[in-house]
């Protein structure tokens, strides 16, 4: 609950995202490779000295392991990236069609 009334998250639909409601902000294309090519991928070649056994592979069966921590880290920095440059385009915007009578203070949204 502490985490809910942090300033970060002021005006964040909680409920709609225990309901599963909310749209991801953003979605991975599923066809995109994290490589620089297809080719660097299909000609991978394990590290000297590495190996994968047949123990190792048993050992991760039926795994659906997320690292929550990375992903959460990444959710946190695209969100307050977008908000950076949310308030970059509302200033710019204000700036370019304020004019004059502002003062040069923004208003809140």
Not at 56 to 74: A, I, L, N, S, T
Not at 93 to 107: D, F, I, N, S, V
Request: charged share 30%; net charge negative.
């Amino acid at each position: 609950d502490e985490l809910k009334q942090h300033a970060f998250f002021s005006g964040f639909d909680w409920a709609a995202l225990a309901a599963g409601e909310m749209e991801a902000e953003f979605v991975p294309d599923p066809n995109d490779i994290n490589a620089p090519s297809a080719k660097d991928v299909e000609t991978f070649k394990a590290p000297p000295g590495a190996t994968w056994t047949e123990e190792h592979q048993k050992r991760v069966e039926g795994w659906e392991y997320f690292g929550e921590d990375w992903w959460d880290e990444e959710a946190i920095m695209l969100i307050s990236k977008r908000k950076e440059l949310a308030k970059l385009a509302s200033k710019a915007g204000k700036e370019a069609g304020g004019g004059g009578g502002g003062g040069g203070r923004l208003q809140s949204a």
